[in-house]
C-alpha cells in the first residue's frame, strides 16, 4: 500500500497534478482496505534484499490490475522483470491477451515491452479527471 502511494506520488506526479494524484491514491492509506484488496488479488511481489520494489496484480482474464515499481528503483529492471513473470504466468494458465490501464507515466515502459495502445481515455476517480490508455500485448 505504500509503496502504491509513494510511487503515485513521487513518479506520477511528474504528469498528473496534485489532485489528480490524491484522487488516484485517496489523500490517506486505508489499511483495511489494501488488507482485503491483498487477499483477494494475490500480487506478485518483487523483493531487493527483504524489500518490496514492485507489485503486479494478473487477473484471470489477462487483466493487469496494479502495476508499480518503488520510486527508488525506477528503470532498473524490476518493472520488466515483474512483467516477464505475468506473461509467463498467463502463458502457464492459456492466457493469450494481457491487458491494462496505463498512466502517462507508464505508457512507455509498456510500449518498450511490446503492449499497443487501443484506446486512450479519460477516467474519473474521487469526482477528478484523468488521462490514461488501454493497452494491450498478445503472448
Not at 23 to 40: C, D, I, K, P, V
Not at 48 to 57: L, R, T
Not at 114 to 128: L, M, N, P, S
Request: proline content about 1%; some cysteine; overall charge neutral.
Amino acid at each position: 500500500m505504500k509503496l502504491f502511494y509513494d510511487t503515485v506520488h513521487q513518479i506520477n506526479i511528474g504528469d498528473y497534478t496534485q489532485e489528480q494524484v490524491n484522487a488516484w491514491t485517496g489523500e490517506s492509506m486505508n489499511y483495511e482496505f489494501w488488507h482485503q484488496r491483498l487477499q483477494s488479488k494475490r500480487p506478485f511481489i518483487a523483493e531487493n534484499h527483504g524489500e518490496i520494489v514492485g507489485f503486479a496484480e494478473l487477473e484471470a482474464n489477462g487483466h493487469i490490475d496494479c502495476f508499480y515499481c518503488h520510486s527508488q528503483y525506477q528503470r532498473q529492471g524490476i518493472g520488466s522483470k515483474l512483467l516477464t513473470h505475468l506473461e509467463n504466468i498467463a502463458i502457464s494458465r492459456g492466457i493469450n491477451r494481457l491487458y491494462a490501464e496505463v498512466s502517462i507515466t507508464a505508457k512507455s515502459f509498456f510500449q518498450y515491452q511490446g503492449f499497443t495502445i487501443v484506446k486512450e481515455q479519460e477516467v474519473e476517480r474521487r469526482g477528478v479527471k484523468f488521462k490514461n490508455y488501454v493497452m494491450e500485448k498478445y503472448l
